[in-house]
């Protein structure tokens, strides 16, 4: 005869003869008791605000902006941002004496600034290795898509009364000099 075993009981299963046939394994399955590893009874005690707040991830976590803003609105330290401050545009004016500013903080002349930037070998001939951002700026403008173009910017120096020379100056007839390379006349307008 076999004997068979009842699982799930409080008291350890013990052998029992039987006299009818062996019961499936299904059938045995099917009289377990089911009864969950760990059981914990869940409380449905109501949390208070203040618990739930504790329980909201931190902002470092990642959360969602509602809950981020949820938790900001509960703290009682939590104060409105301030709203940024109008500045106002700056004119051409401003803007200009800004970088006659940092000019004069480097101890650089407009010239020199001129020079510096649209320079690609140095003194011994080798390239210069320029930054993105200066590059960038240089192609701009030397390419002809500013909106001021170097055509502009020389026409303008042609025009200028800063470039005049006196008379009596020995640089007054150079400007269309065929004898003096043009990189050796040093004044813009010479007439």
Known sequence: MFTTFRLGSTVP???????HTTPSIL????????????????????????DQDENLPSASSGPSKKRSSAALKSTPDATPATP???TPRQTKHDKLNSLFDALDATHWTLGE???YTFRTK???GVN???TVQHSKYSQHFLRGTSKHTPATILDAWFR????????????LDLM????TPYAEIKPVRAR
């Open 160 to 171: 200028s009364p800063d470039g005049r020379i006196s008379e009596g100056s020995p640089d």
């Open 27 to 50: 059938q045995s399955i099917l009289e377990t008791p089911l009864t969950p590893c760990n059981s914990r009874r869940r409380t449905t005690k109501k949390r208070s605000r203040e």
């Open 128 to 130: 210069i290795h320029r």
């Open 13 to 19: 299963a013990t052998p029992t003869p039987s006299n």
């Open 113 to 115: 600034f001129l020079y």
């Open 122 to 124: 140095d003194e011994r």
């Open 176 to 179: 269309y000099s065929i004898d």
């Open 84 to 86: 940024r401050q109008y």
